[in-house]
């Protein structure tokens, strides 16, 4: 129980922009912890126009990392960061913005690119 309310306080305390988290039980009805009681968190978008997926899911990660770091299997965050820089940042304390604005200089080529195949802007 403590760990749900734990990371939940944690994340609302970060202020991510349009989103809230709620500590939760639920008993799944399928996979292995089918019919057992779990905890876990809600999140509710408050601001859709503000929320911003990408760095909630970081955010999370660095929670995860931070508050449960011999529970939380870290390199299985890999197949849903497909990036391995960024995971050796997550694993070394990296916070959430400055994962980030790692990938600015990549995101700044791609804006490029891209731009010169777009027909409307």
Known sequence: MAGRTEAAS??????IAGVRFIP??????????KNEECGGINLVITNRAQ??????????????????PADWKVDSYSRLLVNSDAL??????DSAAEIMRSWEPAMEN????????????
């Open 24 to 33: 939760v039980r639920f008993s799944p009805r399928s996979s292995v912890f």
């Open 88 to 93: 050796e940042r997550l694993k070394r304390g």
């Open 51 to 68: 929320f911003r997926s990408v760095l909630t899911g970081l955010e999370i990660a660095v929670a995860l990392h931070s508050l449960f």
């Open 10 to 15: 944690y994340l609302n305390a970060r202020r």
């Open 110 to 121: 791609f804006r490029r690119v891209r731009a010169r195949t777009l027909l409307y802007e």
